[in-house]
Every structure is written in C-alpha cells, then in structure tokens.
Nanobody, 122 residues
Framework: QVQLVESGGGLVQAGGSLSVSCAASGRTFSNYFVGWFRQAPGKEREFVAAISWTGDTTYYADSVKGRFLLSRDNAKNTVTLRMNTLNPEDTAVYYC???????????????WGQGTQVTVSS
C-alpha cells in the first residue's frame, strides 16, 4: 500500500494563492491515480482534482477549473495542487488520496492522507 502525507496548508487572503503538496511513500507512486478532495465544516467531502499515473491527464471540479493546477513528480513521489484566486468558499480541509483506477469518486480511493487545513479570509 501507499502512505500519503499532505503539507502546505495555511491561511491566505481572498484572491491569493497557495500550494498544497502530497508526499507518498510505500509502493511505487507512479502506479497510482491521485486525487484531491476537500471537506468544509458541515459539508460532504467533495472532489477537487485528480491526475493520471503519468501526469499527462488532469481532471478538475467545475468550481476550481481555471483556478487550480495539479501536477505530479513521480521521481520525487509528490503531487502538488496550486490554488490561485482563492475565495472563502475554498476554505476546507484538503485531502490527497490514491487509487488504482481512474476515478473522481471518493469511495473508490483506498488510500488517504490526514488532510491539511486551508483557510481563505475575506
């Protein structure tokens, strides 16, 4: 299995940018499709973005399309979510997850990190 650790969360003003990263250890990272999800207080966990095994294909939720950019470096076993033009509605705990198939459904991801808090002030 693969272990995932997120980092890079924090507090940012509306309109600002922030990057969160996911570092993997364990099994070969390039074998996994990686997704980011977020969960705001009182809300369901929702899909944010995902990236294919080689990094050449990315998927984004409509709410972040054009603002967020997902990339991966398999040599460094990391995936980075660059978040631009943040707004208070982006405030949530952000989780990275790994799966053995192409999917944007959280239930299909068996491996999860512990999450990192992103707070956007107005």
């Amino acid at each position: 299995q693969v272990q995932l650790v997120e980092s890079g969360g924090g507090l940012v003003q509306a309109g600002g940018s922030l990057s969160v990263s996911c570092a993997a250890s364990g099994r070969t990272f390039s074998n996994y499709f990686v997704g980011w999800f977020r969960q705001a207080p009182g809300k369901e966990r929702e899909f944010v973005a995902a990236i294919s095994w080689t990094g050449d294909t990315t998927y984004y939720a409509d709410s972040v399309k054009g603002r967020f950019l997902l990339s991966r470096d398999n040599a460094k076993n990391t995936v980075t979510l660059r978040m631009n033009t943040l707004n208070p509605e982006d405030t949530a705990v952000y989780y990275c997850a790994a799966a053995n198939r192409i999917t944007t459904i959280s239930a299909h991801y068996p491996y999860w990190g512990q999450g990192t808090q992103v707070t956007v002030s107005s």
